[in-house]
């Protein structure tokens, strides 16, 4: 990754936090966004005091304009970007336990606005600066796919999620996946699962090792990546 430029969308904590050090190890510049300024400024300085390379940039991944000026200013380091990790989201309530049945309408408008459209604004505000060997990946979860009880319009906007990563795969000649770590230990997940800095590796995988033609437009689990690296 050695003078590439990565963009990871809500990397003050949990995946994306971890991804965006192992992408910064790996020798990529990083631009990390979230919503908080401090947290994510806090962020590239943990990056840059290891040696990687960080630029910090408050972001709201719901506002197309904040997510436009982050796109420029990620290209205007190496002249085109090279990755893209689509991982902000939100959940609003307590994990497992916002059935749809009880769900608030601004829970579920915040949920699809966070989660599905700022996917949506994240890669369509990438592809006027991305590289052409560049690769976009979508965190996501099995509960886009599978009906768990409780998960409400969390859920519903993850499948939005993906199938933003789905249309774009299809109508784009870069590479666009779906990368689904299994349960993570994160706020979401409260605190179990697989350590952050284990499923960075599998999205550092997916951006760098990973065949095109078994991922574009296809969702890697947890099972593919330790299959395809054992």
């Known amino acids: 990754m050695d003078g590439q430029t990565a963009v990871v969308t809500g990397a003050s904590r949990g995946i994306g936090h971890a991804v965006a050090h192992a992408f910064a190890e790996a020798g990529a510049h990083v631009v990390i966004c979230a919503r908080d300024g401090d947290a994510i400024e806090a962020v590239a300085a943990e990056i840059e005091a290891n040696g990687g390379k960080a630029t910090a940039t408050r972001a709201d991944v719901r506002d197309q304009f904040d997510v436009e000026r982050l796109m420029e200013k990620a290209a205007a380091i190496g002249g085109t970007i090279d990755y893209v990790i689509a991982n902000a989201a939100v959940y609003h309530g307590e994990t497992g336990s916002t059935p749809l049945s009880a769900e608030s309408y601004s829970a579920f408008d915040d949920h699809m606005r966070t989660n599905a ?10 592809l006027p600066h991305l590289d052409a060997d560049g690769r976009v990946l979508v965190a996501s979860g099995s509960v886009a ?3 768990y ?11 939005a999620a993906e199938a933003v990563a789905r249309g774009f795969g299809a109508d784009i000649d870069n590479v666009v996946a779906v990368v689904d770590p299994g349960q993570v230990a994160t706020d979401l997940s409260g605190g179990e699962g697989h350590d952050p800095a284990d499923v960075a590796e599998q999205f550092r995988w997916a951006a760098t090792e990973a065949p095109v033609e078994t991922i574009d437009g296809e969702v890697v689990d947890r099972k593919a990546w330790r299959r395809a690296t054992r």
């Open 117 to 126: 459209r700022g996917t949506f604004a994240t890669i369509r505000e990438a």
């Open 145 to 147: 796919r599978e009906p």
């Open 149 to 159: 009880p409780g998960y409400g319009s969390y859920a519903v906007s993850k499948a």
